[in-house]
C-alpha cells in the first residue's frame, strides 16, 4: 500500500537549508563530505533534446526505426500525448527553470536554486542557453555549452567545466571554471562525438552522486540539455554521426540514414544510464523524465520528410506550440503503461519537481504540479481543455 508522501514529510526532521556543493565530480569519483541526516528524498532527472519530435520515437508510433530503451521508459511509466515547450531550445529551458512562461521577477530563484534549498546535489549537462552563468544559478556543476553555436558543433575541441573541486592548490581543493579541452594524447578530437560524450557524463554523473550514508542520502538533480538530434548547420540537413549503422543498407537519403543513426545513439545512451542506476541500486529512487525541448527544423530535402509528419515541424506556418514528446518514470510511484491525454507544458516541470522533492509549494509559478497524474489520480486538478 502506498503511504501518504505529505504524511512522511511530516513525520521527519525538515530539510535544512544548504547551497554548498559536494565533492562529486562528472568525471571523477571523489567522496563529499558529510552532512546533516537528511530523510530519502528521491533523485530527479530530466533529459530534453533539441530539435526531437514525438514521431522520433518509435513509441509514439515511428515504425523506420526502432527507439527501444525509450520504448522501455515509455511502457514502464507514462506517455503524455499532448506536452509542449517554447518557440525553442531556450524559452523551452527558461519555463523548465522558473515554472513561467513569462519572464521570472529580478532575483526570484529558479528550480534548481529551489532544489539546493530543499538539500539537492544539483548537475547540468549539455547546453545552457539562457542569460548569465549557471553555475552562479543554482548548479553546483556544469558541464558543455553557452551558446547555441558550440552547440551544434558535433565534434567540440572543448567543453566548457564547472566543477566545485577541480583544482588542487596547496593541498586544498578550489573550483575550475574554464574550458576544459577533449583532445587525447595523440591529439586527436575525432573520437570524442558529442552525443556520446553527453551520453557519457550523465552516466558518470548518477555514478559519483550516488544517494548513500556517505553523504547522508543526498538526492541531486540532474538537468540534461541534450543538443542533438539537430542539424550541424542551421537550415541545411546536415546530421554528422561515426557510423550510418544500423541503416547503412537502407534505401534512404544519407541524411536520414544519419539522423536515425544519431536519435539511435541517445536512446542508447539511455539505455546506458538504465545500467547505471541498476548497478548503483537507485533505480527505486529516481524520477526520470525525458522530452523534446523544441520541434525539429524542415528538413530542407524533401526527401527526408518520410521520417516525420507535417505537423511536427517548427515552422512559420506553424508556430508554437509544437508537440514534443514527454515520457516519465519512477518505479513504485508512476504506474506503469499509463498515457495521458491532458495538455501539459514546461511550465509545470518546476512544480512536479518541487512536489516530488516534497519542497513547499510556490504561488508564484504558473505551471500545475503534475505529480496527482503520474501517480495514476484521475481527479487532478489539470482542466481538460486546457491551452497554451
Same mark, same amino acid.
Given at each position: 500500500?502506498?503511504?501518504?508522501?505529505? %504524511?512522511?514529510?511530516?513525520?521527519?526532521?525538515?530539510?535544512?537549508?544548504?547551497?554548498?556543493?559536494?565533492?562529486?565530480?562528472? %568525471?571523477?569519483?571523489?567522496?563529499?563530505?558529510?552532512?546533516?541526516?537528511?530523510?530519502?528524498?528521491?533523485?530527479?532527472?530530466?533529459?530534453? +533534446?533539441?530539435?526531437?519530435?514525438?514521431?522520433?520515437?518509435? +513509441?509514439?508510433?515511428?515504425?523506420?526505426?526502432?527507439?527501444?530503451?525509450?520504448?522501455?521508459?515509455?511502457?514502464?511509466?507514462?506517455?503524455?500525448?499532448?506536452?509542449?515547450?517554447?518557440?525553442?531550445?531556450?524559452?523551452?529551458?527558461?519555463?523548465?527553470?522558473?515554472?513561467?512562461?513569462?519572464?521570472?521577477?529580478?532575483?526570484?530563484?529558479?528550480?534548481?536554486?529551489?532544489?539546493?534549498?530543499?538539500?539537492?546535489?544539483?548537475?547540468?549537462?549539455?547546453?545552457?542557453?539562457?542569460?548569465?552563468?549557471?553555475?552562479?544559478?543554482?548548479?553546483?556543476?556544469?558541464?558543455?555549452?553557452?551558446?547555441?553555436?558550440?552547440?551544434?558543433?558535433?565534434?567540440?575541441?572543448?567543453?566548457?567545466?564547472?566543477?566545485?573541486?577541480?583544482?588542487?592548490?596547496?593541498?586544498?581543493?578550489?573550483?575550475?571554471?574554464?574550458?576544459?579541452?577533449?583532445?587525447?594524447?595523440?591529439?586527436?578530437?575525432?573520437?570524442?562525438?558529442?552525443?556520446?560524450?553527453?551520453?557519457?557524463?550523465?552516466?558518470? %554523473?548518477?555514478?559519483?552522486?550516488?544517494?548513500?550514508?556517505?553523504?547522508?542520502?543526498?538526492?541531486?538533480?540532474?538537468?540534461?540539455?541534450?543538443?542533438?538530434?539537430?542539424?550541424?548547420?542551421?537550415?541545411?540537413?546536415?546530421?554528422?554521426?561515426?557510423?550510418?549503422?544500423?541503416?547503412?543498407?537502407?534505401?534512404?537519403?544519407?541524411?536520414?540514414?544519419?539522423?536515425?543513426?544519431?536519435?539511435?545513439?541517445?536512446?542508447?545512451?539511455?539505455?546506458?544510464?538504465?545500467?547505471?542506476?541498476?548497478?548503483?541500486?537507485q533505480t527505486n529512487n529516481v524520477a526520470i523524465f525525458f522530452a523534446g525541448s523544441c520541434a525539429p527544423e524542415k528538413f530542407a530535402d524533401t526527401n527526408l520528410n518520410f521520417l516525420l509528419p507535417a505537423a511536427q515541424f517548427r515552422s512559420v506556418k506553424t508556430p508554437?506550440?509544437?508537440?514534443?514528446?514527454?515520457?516519465?518514470?519512477?518505479?513504485?510511484?508512476?504506474?506503469?503503461?499509463?498515457? +495521458?491525454?491532458?495538455?501539459?507544458?514546461?511550465?509545470?516541470?518546476?512544480?512536479?519537481?518541487?512536489?516530488?522533492?516534497?519542497?513547499?509549494?510556490?504561488?508564484?509559478?504558473?505551471?500545475?504540479?503534475?505529480?496527482?497524474?503520474?501517480?495514476?489520480?484521475?481527479?487532478?486538478?489539470?482542466?481538460?481543455?486546457?491551452?497554451?
Amino acid at each position: 500500500m502506498k503511504l501518504n508522501r505529505r %504524511f512522511l514529510l511530516s513525520a521527519t526532521l525538515a530539510v535544512v537549508a544548504t547551497a554548498h556543493a559536494d565533492l562529486a565530480s562528472l %568525471f571523477t569519483n571523489v567522496q563529499n563530505n558529510a552532512r546533516a541526516s537528511k530523510p530519502r528524498l528521491p533523485s530527479i532527472i530530466f533529459i530534453q +533534446c533539441h530539435d526531437l519530435a514525438p514521431g522520433d520515437l518509435s +513509441c509514439y508510433g515511428q515504425t523506420n526505426f526502432q527507439t527501444p530503451n525509450l520504448d522501455r521508459l515509455a511502457a514502464s511509466g507514462i506517455r503524455f500525448t499532448h506536452y509542449t515547450g517554447g518557440t525553442d531550445s531556450a524559452a523551452t529551458t527558461a519555463q523548465l527553470l522558473t515554472g513561467k512562461t513569462s519572464a521570472a521577477a529580478p532575483g526570484e530563484p529558479n528550480l534548481a536554486q529551489r532544489l539546493q534549498l530543499n538539500g539537492y546535489h544539483t548537475g547540468l549537462i549539455g547546453e545552457w542557453s539562457l542569460a548569465g552563468q549557471p553555475w552562479r544559478l543554482g548548479f553546483d556543476e556544469f558541464a558543455g555549452f553557452l551558446d547555441d553555436a558550440e552547440g551544434r558543433n558535433y565534434y567540440p575541441e572543448s567543453i566548457w567545466r564547472y566543477d566545485p573541486v577541480g583544482v588542487i592548490t596547496n593541498g586544498r581543493a578550489e573550483p575550475f571554471i574554464g574550458k576544459r579541452s577533449l583532445f587525447d594524447a595523440q591529439g586527436n578530437v575525432g573520437g570524442r562525438f558529442l552525443p556520446d560524450l553527453v551520453s557519457k557524463m550523465v552516466v558518470n %554523473f548518477v555514478k559519483n552522486n550516488v544517494p548513500d550514508h556517505s553523504n547522508h542520502y543526498k538526492p541531486f538533480f540532474l538537468l540534461v540539455d541534450f543538443p542533438a538530434p539537430r542539424t550541424a548547420v542551421a537550415g541545411a540537413d546536415v546530421f554528422p554521426v561515426p557510423s550510418d549503422a544500423p541503416f547503412t543498407e537502407e534505401a534512404w537519403p544519407q541524411a536520414a540514414k544519419n539522423r536515425a543513426a544519431l536519435i539511435t545513439r541517445i536512446d542508447d545512451g539511455i539505455g546506458r544510464l538504465f545500467e547505471q542506476l541498476a548497478k548503483s541500486r537507485q533505480t527505486n529512487n529516481v524520477a526520470i523524465f525525458f522530452a523534446g525541448s523544441c520541434a525539429p527544423e524542415k528538413f530542407a530535402d524533401t526527401n527526408l520528410n518520410f521520417l516525420l509528419p507535417a505537423a511536427q515541424f517548427r515552422s512559420v506556418k506553424t508556430p508554437a506550440p509544437h508537440p514534443l514528446p514527454l515520457l516519465a518514470i519512477w518505479p513504485g510511484w508512476i504506474p506503469p503503461g499509463q498515457v +495521458c491525454p491532458l495538455t501539459v507544458s514546461a511550465v509545470d516541470f518546476a512544480p512536479t519537481a518541487l512536489d516530488i522533492a516534497w519542497a513547499r509549494p510556490v504561488k508564484e509559478l504558473e505551471g500545475i504540479s503534475l505529480l496527482p497524474v503520474l501517480e495514476g489520480n484521475k481527479g487532478t486538478n489539470i482542466p481538460a481543455d486546457r491551452v497554451f
